[in-house]
Every structure is written in C-alpha cells, then in structure tokens.
C-alpha cells in the first residue's frame, strides 16, 4: 500500500510499535502533494519545514513512549476558512489576499493541540459559500477521481486532498452540505455533527445550520478526529455537554430497523446514483439489517427559498458588508449571495415583496418562517426517524458538477431535466442542516462511469451519533476504500 494512503488509525498503530515514523510519514505525505497538487491545485499554503520538525518531536516521544497526544504525529489538512495565529487565512478572497491570522479559532486549537500536525492550508470557494471550489484568487481546484470535475464545496480542497493522498486527516465546514458534498463526490467519509456538538467561533457558533466537522478516508479515522473535535469548550456558549466519545469498533447491525428515501419527496436523483444507493440498500440486507423505503411530502420551493432566506439574514449579511467597498473583487457567486442579504434587508426595512431570481419569497418569511419550516419539517420526519435505527439517502443528486461550473451560465442536467436552483439543486444534504439536530454521516456509495463517487448520508436519530457511525463501519468493512486500485484515483 502507498504509505500516503495509510489511515491515521493504522498509522498511529505503527507509530507506537515503531515499524514507522512520524518523519517518514509526513515526508511521504510531502512527496506526494509536491507531485499531485499541481493537478488538483487543493493546496494553497504549504509548511513542510515546519511540519518536518514537528514530526522530528512527535517521534521522540513514540520512540521515548512519553506525552502521546490523540493525533500526535498525524498530517492533517487545514481548510482555508480557519484562522491559526501567525498563518494566513483568506478564505478564498482577493479581499483576505494578504490576511495574517492573530489567534487561533476554537475548533483549530483542540487540533494543534492534538499533536496532529498542520502540514498544509486547503482551497475553498470564495468565503465558503457554495458547493463546488473556485475563485479569482485561487482558480479551480479539480477532483482527483476525474479532474474535469469538482470535489465539491466548500471543504473542496480538503476533499481533494484526501483523496489523492496529500493528507491523512483534513477539516470542513457544513453550513448547507460543506463537509459531505466532498466526501461523497471524492469517495470519502464526512461527518456532518448535530448543532452544538463540536465548539466553533462566534458568531457561527450561534448560527444552527453552522458546524465544523472532520473529513477522512476510513469511518476509524473520521471517528479519531470526531473524538478530537468534540465537547464542550470554554469560549463557545453553545458547545453541549458532556463529552460524547464515539468508539472505535462496533457490534453488527443484524435487525436494525433501516428507512430510506431515494429522493426525499422531490430531487431528481441521475440513474447511476440510485443505482449504487440500491447497492447499498441490499449490503445493509446482506448484513441482517430490516430496510424499507419511507415516503417524505416535503416541498422542494418551501426548503429552497427558507434555505435562501435563512442564509440571507445570517450567513450571507457579513459578505453584503463587503460589497460597497470590495464589489469588483468579489466572485459573482460571493456577490450574488451579499445582494441578496441585501435585498431582504431593503424588504424588511420598507416592507416590499422580495423579488429575486434565487427567492420568491413573501416578507413575511422571516426567520421566524425559517424556524416554522423547520418545525414542519421535523413533524413528518421525526416519527420515522423515531421507528427506525437510521434514515439513508443520496447525498448527491449527481456524483459531481464540472470543475469550473458557472452557476448564471451552466446547465445542470439530470435525467434529461434542467434542474432548477443549481447552487441546492444537485445535493440533498441542506435539509438536514435545516434539521440540524440530527447527525449525519457521508460514506462512498459506489462509482459513477465518469469515475466519480457516489454517496450516501446515514442520519441518525437527534443528537444520537453513535448510530450512524456504527452502520457507516459495517458498510466499511464489506469493501474499504483506498486500499486497491478499485477504489482510488488514477493519478
């Protein structure tokens, strides 16, 4: 096996017997980005020296069994959205071209403090805000599996990453799919945590459809980080208590009670993606597993323009504070998201229709509205979820948009049909940020013919991780990832 692919699990296992170093590890790591990232372009700062010298200590301390730390020795890749003190930060914005960081964010602290070590910073759309990984600063950053198209957004760089070797752990943010878009378009393992779980700055930390998460090769290693992540943290109000520590191996899953929903009442889902999610379904089966199909009424414009709506009042209101000042270097999509927060704010302030292509929304869908959406939602989702040990579907209509994808331009064709909404359109991982309670997990489901991933989420009942890692590990166990040529970019 490539020793850029070793999982961190099995990695810290050789660590501790010594039959490999930490410095080995990470030069491999090194080699391998040099090589690859300038096909993929995931990376766009680098600290090997540095990172060298932090795997020259961290093998001391194996070597001396002293002080080992829950990564200690462990590459991990850092999403360009995180500020680390002393390292730049643009997230993805000629605006934050030359951005120093002067502290380091909370959910970054309990990694470094981890002993994992910080070896690069990974691309992100412009201020993280939307599902595929371009801008004018970094330009287009390519799926390893297929390099015509994306990895996916905005953990896109992370994804990349991941999956061409040139990291062994990396992190990402979901505010309306960020971690699992990626890990389903890039074969990898995401885990979406329900709201509070894992502390988070201010004032993200106080939007419920905001979290931060890790992103993996191998459900063990995505439960490594999670461990790391996880519980409560002096600075962030909303951090929950206590701990929850979700373990590393599990029993079967022989007569769980299974739901699933290709669809969830409305996306229309290309033929390849359910085909690998009926594969899916019948491994589950193999496993002893009870699955059948459930029905959702949910309403496609409903959660699209309460999604949008959300995201104008909260999300999107900090880059509307940009645009008198910085418009000409802003993306269109960054742009596009700060008009729109501003014309909800124009409507709320004068007391007018909103009239916007993305929102047809009525002034009356405040984030009062938001939250009823939300609320109605969850009734018709909640005793399902409650009869069942885990709900499954698609994570992506599609395995993947094209690289470069121009959401005012492009086409997103799925089945024959021009999907509209583009940015929502071809992922179903939004409703469950607006459900944001509820723990879901992103686990590869299968290859598309253009040699993209598929994936599936496994979502749990709320605040009950444990579930959905549990299914996640069993899938695993049937047929790993990136351990043949099967299952592993052809770079």
Not at 145 to 158: E, K, M
Not at 340 to 347: C, E, H, M, Q, S
Not at 445 to 459: C, R, W
Not at 460 to 482: C, S, T
Request: aromatic share 8%; charged share 20%; hydrophobic share 35%.
């Amino acid at each position: 096996m490539d020793l850029h692919y070793i999982s961190a699990t099995e990695a810290m296992k050789k660590f501790k017997n010594k039959s490999l170093s930490p410095v080995e590890l990470i030069k491999a790591i090194i080699k391998r980005a040099e090589e690859i990232n300038p096909k993929i372009n995931a990376h766009n700062f680098t600290f090997y020296d540095q990172a060298i010298e932090k795997a020259k200590n961290s093998e001391k301390k194996y070597f001396s069994n002293s002080n080992q730390l829950p990564l200690e020795g462990i590459p991990i890749a850092i999403k360009d959205e995180e500020d680390i003190k002393g390292q730049p930060n643009t997230n993805g914005s000629l605006i934050l071209k030359n951005h120093i960081a002067t502290k380091t964010m909370v959910d970054v602290e309990r990694i470094i403090n981890s002993g994992a070590i910080t070896h690069c910073r990974t691309t992100t759309p412009e201020f993280s805000c939307t599902s595929f990984t371009h801008s004018k600063l970094w330009g287009v950053t390519r799926n390893p599996w297929n390099l015509d198209y994306t990895p996916g957004g905005s953990s896109g760089g992370s994804g990349s990453s991941l999956a061409a070797g040139c990291s062994t752990l990396a992190t990402g943010s979901d505010i309306g799919g960020s971690i699992r878009i990626p890990a389903s378009a890039c074969g990898l393992i995401g885990f979406k945590p329900p709201y509070g779980r894992n502390p988070q700055e201010p004032p993200f930390n106080h939007d419920q459809y905001c979290v931060v998460g890790p992103m993996a090769r191998t459900v063990q290693d995505c439960i490594l980080m999670q461990n790391v992540m996880s519980g409560p943290h002096p600075k962030d109000i909303t951090s929950l208590k206590p701990k929850l520590t979700i373990p590393s191996t599990f029993e079967n899953i022989k007569n769980w009670k299974i739901a699933y929903s290709m669809n969830l009442g409305f996306f229309e889902i290309d033929k390849e993606v359910q085909k690998n999610t009926l594969d899916i379904i019948n491994k589950l089966k193999d496993l002893g597993a009870k699955v059948e199909e459930v029905k959702l009424n949910w309403d496609k414009k409903e959660l699209e323009d309460t999604c949008y709506n959300y995201y104008a009042h909260l999300f999107a209101n900090f880059i509307a504070e940009l645009i008198p000042e910085h418009e000409d270097k802003l993306t269109d999509y960054a742009k596009d998201v700060g008009i729109t927060a501003n014309i909800v704010n124009r409507a709320l302030a004068e007391r007018k229709k909103i009239n916007h292509p993305s929102m047809g929304i009525d002034l009356g869908m405040t984030l009062y509205q938001c939250n009823k959406t939300a609320g109605k939602m969850y009734e018709e989702f909640g005793p399902i979820i409650h009869d069942y040990d885990v709900f499954i579907c698609p994570t992506l209509s599609i395995p993947a948009v094209k690289a470069d994808i121009n959401l005012f331009k492009d086409k997103i064709i799925i089945n024959g049909k021009e999907i509209e909404s583009p940015d929502l359109g071809w992922t179903l991982c939004y409703p469950f940020n607006m459900l944001c309670r509820l723990p879901v997990l992103s686990i590869p489901s299968g290859l598309a013919d253009n040699g993209i991933p598929t994936g599936i989420q496994i979502v749990g009942k709320p605040y009950d991780d444990i579930p959905v890692f549990q299914v996640g590990y069993q899938l695993e166990q049937l047929e790993p990832w990136f351990k043949t040529n099967k299952f592993k970019p052809n770079l």
